[in-house]
């Protein structure tokens, strides 16, 4: 029964932390006049995961803790999260205006080919975009270098890709069954869910599941390598 109520309570403080994480993104988002605040309140929520995921040894984060974590993120993040999100940003809505374009004009043969070939672009975009937040808030590295791992990770982590997508797919499922809970947590939970899938199948150096919490078949694979 003491088991249970530790695991329900531990439950119930992730829940308030996500709750908490999206009332900050409103409040910094405004905060920024939307404009300017949005990207640095994405970043904000990535890096307050992160910060999480890596603190093993205590993940029982106080209202007050998660919006200093997150406060002091976004104040770090207002000119390199904007410079980082506005061309993503751009470079989607184009493949959105592109793939819209296609589906509602008669184009034929040729039309049907280009919108699926749009639809695969955007998805695998959509995905190159998610992980590249996650992968931006554990490397401390240029634009360049981020984009370059981002896309390396949708092609070699396919695990990683499929959980992500199929994450997302539910995310959208339950706020589209209850839309109570989009106004509750907005796009804290897709960021949460995406940086849970990084950490457990991205393998990313730093933020890897394996290493940072390894399993009972983990550490002896690794006391055999040392032996």
């Not at 920024?32 to 640095?40: E, I």
């Not at 390396?152 to 797919?169: D, E, G, K, Q």
Request: aromatic fraction near 16%; hydrophobic fraction near 55%; glycine fraction near 6%.
């Amino acid at each position: 029964m003491k088991r249970f109520a530790m695991g329900y309570e531990y439950f119930a403080r992730i829940i308030m932390m996500i709750l908490i994480v999206h009332i900050a993104v409103i409040v910094h988002t405004l905060l920024g006049l939307v404009v300017c605040g949005f990207f640095p309140s994405l970043a904000a929520s990535n890096t307050t995961y992160r910060t999480w995921l890596l603190e093993v040894e205590d993940r029982s984060w106080t209202v007050k803790h998660t919006w200093t974590v997150f406060h002091r993120a976004w104040k770090q993040e207002l000119g390199p999260a904007n410079a980082f999100g506005w061309p993503q940003f751009a470079v989607w809505a184009l493949l959105i205006w592109e793939y819209w374009l296609t589906m509602t004009n008669n184009m034929g043969t040729f039309g049907i080919v280009v919108s699926g070939v749009l639809l695969v672009l955007n998805l695998l975009y959509g995905l190159f975009v998610f992980m590249s937040w996650a992968v931006r808030s554990n490397f401390d590295e240029g634009f360049v270098w981020v984009l370059r791992t981002s896309l390396t990770m949708v092609i070699a982590r396919p695990l990683c890709s499929l959980m992500v997508f199929v994450l997302f797919l539910i995310t959208v499922w339950a706020y589209c069954t209850w839309p109570g809970l989009m106004a509750a947590f907005g796009v804290s939970v897709p960021v949460f869910a995406t940086m849970m899938a990084v950490y457990s199948w991205g393998r990313l150096p730093g933020m890897d599941v394996h290493e940072i919490e390894p399993t009972e078949r983990d550490q002896r694979r690794h006391d055999e390598g040392r032996a």
